[in-house]
């Protein structure tokens, strides 16, 4: 049985930072894809960023646009971690993130959809205040 758990989401003030942390279990996490989406209040859950498997040890990272330059995400040598360190947040970054894993690599058109992804956390609230 799979199961995702994500942590380190708390109230942080406009410009500060915060990384989350997920981990993920029951299965080898090698080759799937392990992502972030987040849901904000009356919105849509969208993607965030995403880590894919490029041979070996090597995993690629993507990021949303609305993130890039200020969010980093990186997959942990175990595998099957992925973390997501937030840096210069946001007001509009207030969000309920969800950590997601999904058992293929997925490529440039897939790796931003909710339906390619099996298995997610509960989710964890991240509130920037102004």
């Known amino acids: 049985q799979v199961r995702v758990v994500e942590s380190g989401g708390g109230l942080v003030q406009a410009g500060g930072s915060l990384r989350l942390s997920c981990a993920a279990s029951?299965?080898?996490?090698?080759?799937?894809?392990m992502s972030w989406f987040r849901q904000g209040p009356g919105k849509e859950r969208e993607f965030v960023g995403a880590?894919?498997?490029?041979?070996?040890?090597?995993?690629?990272?993507y990021l949303a646009d609305s993130v890039a330059g200020r969010f980093t995400i990186s997959r942990g040598n175990a595998k099957n971690t992925v973390g997501l360190q937030m840096n210069s947040v946001k007001p509009e970054d207030t969000a309920v993130y969800y950590c997601?894993?999904?058992?293929?690599?997925?490529?440039?058109?897939?790796?931003?959809?909710?339906?390619?992804?099996?298995?997610w956390g509960q989710g964890t609230q991240v509130t920037v205040s102004s």
């Open positions: 997601a894993a999904a058992p293929s690599t997925l490529g440039s058109g897939s790796y931003y959809k909710r339906d390619e992804y099996d298995y």
């Open positions: 029951g299965r080898t996490f090698t080759t799937y894809t």
């Open positions: 880590t894919t498997w490029s041979g070996g040890n090597v995993y690629s990272g």
